[in-house]
């Protein structure tokens, strides 16, 4: 992938896109195109068509799409299944009409089954029932793994899924009832912080363990993919360590300075209770991620108090 080739990075106002731009960026690559919402609606298939037609880029990486928390996921199925199903579906159908060298296809750990062995390995995918809760976008997400590798064994075309843990980072979404576990506890702490609150309550046991990478190595993990992988198979992409959600609770705390008492509610369901992917194959190609868990959070923390009170 020459630095001047034209690369288009759906959805690069969001946490994946926009660290996707910066590291494309930080490598030296001169030729992004980017679009907003209001200049290119993804969800119309003629607006999709003449961007490709016009524009005509090399490469994509597709990260553009509904994306949330539980509450979110599991109250706005219809939506999400649609939405991410619609979308999708247009830009990979046009990146193979208008001869797309490479397309990289962003998935997502829900994928896997709910019961699913540990560490989960990609050939674990579609072997057993998904979490009810976010079905829906589980399987639009199967949908464009499954379109991708259709391309490439029906036409020949370079369309890889990659399937990334659990992700953090910089212009993550803060949204109330709309963000993940660590958007949500950076701005308990901070809230918990600014009000001198003496406690703050965090759902479930503490004993759930996740893994979690930093949104700009998942970056630096898709560049590098877009360079040395091709296959009809997806590859997992993750830290390959686990941490308990106790763990952190803690480490956000510390972060972000609180100084008051950290509380679980037990009554509140803990979900599964490990879930790690197996990174052998990225591993095995010798990629590896940079960004320690602490100096993500740091990173995330100070990005959030640039304008905290835009999530209010």
């Known amino acids: 992938m020459e630095l001047s080739r034209k690369i288009f990075v759906a959805g690069h106002g969001g946490l994946v896109g926009s660290a996707l731009v910066r590291q494309l960026k930080?490598?030296?690559y001169t030729n992004i195109v980017t679009r907003g919402r209001a200049e290119l609606d993804l969800m119309c298939p003629h607006a999709v068509r003449t961007f490709f037609e016009t524009q005509r880029p090399e490469y994509v990486f597709l990260s553009a799409g509904r994306t949330g928390g539980v509450y979110a996921n599991d109250t706005y199925r219809a939506d999400f299944l649609y939405e991410n199903l619609i979308l999708q579906s247009n830009v990979i159908h046009q990146a193979?009409?208008?001869e797309t060298r490479k397309l990289i296809f962003f998935g997502c750990s829900c994928m896997y089954p709910k019961l699913c062995a540990q560490p989960m390995r990609e050939d674990a995918l579609?072997?057993?029932?998904l979490e009810p809760t976010n079905e829906p976008f589980a399987i639009a997400k199967l949908a464009g793994m499954k379109m991708c590798e259709s391309y490439y064994r029906q036409y020949g075309c370079d369309f890889i899924t990659i399937i990334p843990t659990n992700l953090y980072g910089l212009q993550q979404d803060y949204t109330?009832?709309?963000c993940l576990i660590i958007p949500a506890l950076i701005a308990r702490f901070h809230?918990?912080?600014a009000a001198h609150a003496p406690k703050v309550s965090v759902w479930g046991s503490g004993r759930p363990s996740r893994d979690f990478l930093f949104a700009d190595d998942l970056a630096d993990a898709a560049i590098f993919l877009m360079k040395n992988y091709s296959s009809a198979e997806p590859i997992n992409v993750g830290s390959g360590a686990d941490m308990t959600v106790r763990e952190v609770a803690e480490t956000i705390r510390e972060v972000v300075g609180y100084q008051g008492d950290l509380e679980f509610d037990a009554s509140k369901p803990d979900g599964v209770l490990m879930k790690l992917q197996d990174i052998s194959k990225i591993s095995g190609m010798g990629w590896k991620p940079r960004t320690d868990?602490?100096?993500?959070?740091?990173l995330a923390y100070e990005d959030y108090?640039?304008?905290?009170?835009?999530w209010a």
């Open 96 to 98: 193979f009409l208008s």
């Open 126 to 129: 579609l072997s057993g029932p």
């Open 293 to 298: 868990f602490r100096k993500g959070i740091a």
């Open 176 to 178: 109330p009832l709309n």
């Open 305 to 310: 108090l640039r304008a905290p009170q835009q």
């Open 26 to 28: 930080a490598q030296g």
């Open 191 to 193: 809230e918990a912080k």
